[in-house]
């Protein structure tokens, strides 16, 4: 059975930082490409960031490119998002999720999902 588990949301002041993780259990973590999405209250889910099979491939939104930043430990099953100069337009609960091989920016291509974390960010 596939589980991904967030932790390190929280509450911080506007300018603040906050690393998020992500733990993968029940799947082969090397053959999937990760994600993160965040849904902030009464919108819909949208695309973070995500990472490849390699460390090298990312991709971003723009509106947190500069300021967060994705990466894996594949020897721990577990992808991070460090989040800094937090604003309170980046409040939201933030999903990390699993797609076999390839990255993507869409939430449909995504199969697996984590229960989320709230991130809450004050002005």
């Known amino acids: 059975q596939v589980q991904l588990v967030e932790s390190g949301g929280g509450l911080v002041q506007a300018g603040g930082s906050l690393r998020l993780s992500c733990s993968a259990s029940g799947l082969t973590f090397v053959r999937y490409a990760m994600g993160w999405f965040r849904q902030p209250p009464g919108k819909e889910r949208e695309f973070v960031a995500a990472?490849?099979?390699?460390?090298?491939?990312?991709n971003y939104t723009d509106s947190v490119k500069d300021r967060f930043t994705i990466s894996r430990d594949n020897a721990k099953n577990t992808v991070y998002l460090q989040m800094n100069s937090l604003e309170p337009e980046d409040t939201a609960v933030y999903y990390c999720a699993a797609r076999d091989l390839f990255l993507s920016r869409y939430v449909g291509d995504y199969g697996y999902w984590g229960q989320g974390t709230q991130v809450t960010v004050s002005s």
């Open positions: 990472i490849g099979l390699s460390f090298v491939r990312t």
